[in-house]
């Protein structure tokens, strides 16, 4: 599923962190440069009844909670919504994007559910991709990826220096310029 391409990135974060945060603001930056953003970030919580994504192609948001159970327990994720979600952005993506970017990788990605098949889709078609991985996710992404990304921190300078890296990348083989590894391996 995966090959040698530098173009796959997990934003690794710990529990702290707000990885939401980070790639909702370098996605509006990007397409403010007139780059188009496909994907979906995650806004509300998880445990709650506010959990729910933007579509960073639209802007719209979509609620992802469970309607309320009160017998209900743990994540609120509603699957079908989350499928919904992923066939909206799957739509989008094949209109052409520059970045994909996933909200999360858990267990249902792990499993190869969830938004798993969005991130094959893209690097198929050479469209780099980044996700947020918690840090106790990190070893199930390891093994999902085949151990083909780059782990960035969840800092905005760290997403900024990878995709400067790899939207310049080819410009570089161009003009003869010394390729990395992650390069000579495309």
């Known amino acids: ?57 639209s802007g719209e948001t979509l609620l992802l909670a469970q309607d309320f159970d009160p017998a ?50 893209a690097l198929d078609a050479d469209i780099p991709v980044v996700i947020a991985v918690g840090r106790d996710h990190f070893a199930d992404w390891i093994k999902f990826a085949g151990g083909m990304s780059v782990r960035l921190g969840c800092e905005r300078d760290a997403l900024e220096a990878w995709w400067r890296s790899i939207s310049t990348s080819n410009a570089q083989l161009d003009v003869g310029s010394h390729p990395t590894v992650c390069e000579i391996l495309k």
């Not at 690794?12 to 603001?25: I, T």
């Not at 499928?83 to 739509?91: E, K, L, S, T, V």
């Open 72 to 121: 209900a327990r743990g994540c609120r994720l509603d699957l079908a919504r989350l499928q919904n979600a992923g066939m909206r952005i799957a739509d989008a993506l094949s209109h052409g994007a520059d970045l994909v970017i996933i909200n999360r990788f858990g267990k249902r990605e792990r499993d190869g559910k969830g938004l798993s098949h969005l991130i094959g889709r």
């Open 1 to 57: 599923m995966f090959d040698a391409q530098c173009d796959l990135a997990a934003l690794v974060y710990e529990a702290h962190q707000d990885p939401d945060a980070v790639l909702r603001s370098f996605a509006a930056d990007l397409n403010a440069r007139g780059r188009r953003v496909v994907g979906m970030v995650q806004a509300g919580q998880c445990a709650d009844l506010s959990l729910s994504a933007v579509l960073l192609h």
